[in-house]
């Protein structure tokens, strides 16, 4: 079993900065199995789409409308997954989620945390 907590949302005013943090836990297999982590994010009525993503594979991945602007750290035990975001906007506005993805085809979500940008 893998368990992820995601922290750090909150409210922030257009072109401030936030931090968001996700940890993984679970047994050492399943941890030793993590291929890749993410972060996602759904606005109020619209689909989860990606924001970006550390894969053991293909490396780093950002959606367009977050490049240059959100980071995305993985600590070297796969264990752990920040997102850097800066010069947010109102459009940034969604629950963010944190992906953890074990053994390439397993897919565990956290529960969210919600950012909002005031204009």
């Known amino acids: 079993q893998v368990q992820v907590v995601e922290s750090g949302g909150g409210l922030v005013q257009t072109g401030g900065s936030l931090r968001l943090s996700c940890t993984v836990s679970g047994s050492r297999p399943s941890l030793n199995s993590v291929t890749d982590m993410a972060w996602y994010r759904q606005p109020p009525w619209k689909q989860r789409d990606l924001v970006a993503i550390i894969s053991r594979a293909n490396g780093t991945t950002y959606a367009d409308p977050v490049k240059g602007r959100f980071t995305i750290s993985g600590d070297n035990a796969w264990n752990t997954v920040d997102l850097q975001m800066n010069s947010l906007k109102p459009e940034d506005t969604a629950v963010y989620y944190c992906?953890?993805?074990?053994?390439?085809?397993?897919?565990?979500w956290g529960r969210g945390t919600q950012v909002t940008v005031s204009s």
């Open positions: 992906l953890v993805r074990t053994y390439g085809v397993f897919n565990h």
